[in-house]
């Protein structure tokens, strides 16, 4: 079926630096959608693309949908940015969500 | 902002019990969805729903699960009988269109035992 692939699992960064998550998809997907989960376990929502990119504050992702592949770059990590974040991709209009593993964030001072 | 809340936040039920998880989703929303995450997996899809009908299920959508939404009031996901396999995180969520970003609930962490 169709699979939604994120790497890293996991990935640590120093406060003040900056690197980037990726999912990758095995089909061609309509939109995908960026959250990150809170220490509470909330879903909170960071982006939703249909194409092109998106920027906010710190934060940038981009959404290929004919190579296949969605990014998040965050840039100037602080350690309020440490948590798990999300990439979930939608293949038509009736929304359901195709999730990936999620990657694991740590920010160290 | 606008806000799904899902009730309770936490359910504890004996295996073979009924558990119905509640969720009041965004007034104006028009299309409702579950997911359920087991500890340390993938967040799956479950059902989505509009217009008072099931659009799509997935293989994890058993036959012991049911949705409603009667006179527009919770949005509810019935499991009778319950059974083991059913402990895990559910997750609500909702949109106006079928095209646009669902807003996401805190989940429901249903222990079954």
């Known amino acids: 079926g169709d699979q939604v692939e994120q790497s890293p699992s996991a990935l640590s960064l120093h406060e003040g630096t900056g690197s980037a998550l990726r999912c990758n998809f095995t089909?061609?997907?309509?939109?995908v959608q960026w959250f990150r989960k809170n220490s509470r376990g909330s879903l909170i929502n960071l982006f939703y693309?249909?194409?092109g990119t998106k920027e906010n504050g710190r934060l940038k992702s981009a959404f290929d949908s004919k190579e296949r592949y969605s990014t998040l770059h965050i840039r100037d990590a602080q350690l309020e940015d440490s948590g798990t974040y999300f990439c979930?991709?939608?293949?038509?209009?009736?929304?359901?969500?195709?999730f990936g593993q999620g990657t694991k964030l740590s920010i160290k001072p | 902002g606008p806000k799904v809340l899902q009730i309770p936040s936490h359910q504890i039920i004996d295996m073979g019990q009924m558990v119905t998880l509640n969720c009041d989703p965004v007034?104006?929303?028009?299309?409702f969805y579950w997911y359920k995450q087991i500890l340390g997996q993938q967040m799956e899809f479950l059902v989505n729903?509009?217009?008072?009908?099931?659009?799509?299920k997935s293989k994890l959508f058993k036959d012991q699960f049911s949705v409603e939404r009667p006179d527009g009031s919770y949005f509810t996901l019935k499991i009778q009988p319950t059974a083991l396999e059913d402990s895990a995180v559910y997750f609500c969520?909702?949109?106006?269109?079928?095209?646009?970003?669902?807003?996401f609930g805190e989940g429901t962490r249903l222990s079954v035992l």
């Open positions: 007034s104006n929303h028009l299309y």
């Open positions: 089909t061609t997907m309509r939109a």
């Open positions: 979930a991709a939608s293949n038509y209009n009736q929304g359901k969500l195709i």
């Open positions: 729903f509009y217009n008072g009908k099931v659009m799509e």
């Open positions: 693309l249909a194409s």
């Open positions: 969520a909702s949109s106006y269109r079928g095209n646009q970003a669902p807003l």
